[in-house]
């Protein structure tokens, strides 16, 4: 096969997952937004932003890709959007946050030659936790899947992991918006990808419970 005509079968194979991806990141949106319209006396919700800042441990690790062990340089903060979803049990709360994220980092072939990557995913935090006035004491589990790895190079393949964090936390509710301190670390990947992190999240509730 000719190289352009292999590249062109791999960029669309690329741009065919993209839209798949997304598609299931819709769908499970629409989902978690009719659960919740329907009862949404028992629930409060809304959208919400975060910022994840990694405490890479080690600061890079391994990926395998086209047969060939790369490594992955991270260093760089995560933008996160989503919507949460609580529902409050008197002093005890459950908490669901499907997000989307994606982040830069820095991948390097076994000759060592850098490139520019972008890497992003879904993740789905379940959370429990205690109400204290207006604070709250948190803490669960974040299953997540980058599904999405833009090299700018479409003769390479996507990289694709899962992976489990799990999550303690503080978090203040302030008039209609509710702000959040988290530490991730990694409980469980399918790959030697495994980082921790701290995450800030503040979001607006459209309702209460």
């Not at 207006?134 to 974040?142: D, H, I, N, T, Y």
Request: with cysteine; aromatic share 10%.
């Amino acid at each position: 096969m000719r190289p352009v005509m292999r590249e062109g079968i791999l960029f669309l194979e690329k741009e065919k997952n993209k839209l798949m991806n997304m598609k299931k990141l819709s769908l499970l949106l629409s989902l978690c937004t009719i659960m919740v319209t329907s009862h949404a006396q028992l629930f409060t919700f809304g959208p919400k932003l975060g910022l994840n800042l990694p405490l890479y441990s080690p600061k890079s690790f391994e990926y395998s890709m086209n047969g060939d062990e790369y490594t992955i340089d991270g260093g760089g903060s995560t933008l996160q959007l989503g919507i949460f979803i609580i529902r409050d049990f008197s002093d005890l709360f459950l908490q669901i946050d499907p997000t989307y994220f994606t982040c830069k980092v820095k991948l390097k072939d076994p000759s060592g030659v850098a490139t520019d990557a972008k890497m992003s995913g879904v993740n789905v935090p379940v959370i429990v936790g205690k109400k204290i006035n207006m604070f709250r004491v948190l803490a669960g589990g974040s299953p997540y899947l980058v599904f999405e790895g833009d090299l700018n190079r479409p003769e390479d393949e996507i990289m694709n992991y899962m992976a489990v964090d799990y999550l303690l936390g503080v978090g203040v509710d302030i008039s209609s918006f509710i702000m959040n301190a988290r530490f991730s670390a990694p409980a469980w990947s399918d790959t030697k990808v495994k980082t921790s992190q701290i995450i800030f999240t503040v979001g607006f509730k459209l309702n209460k419970q």
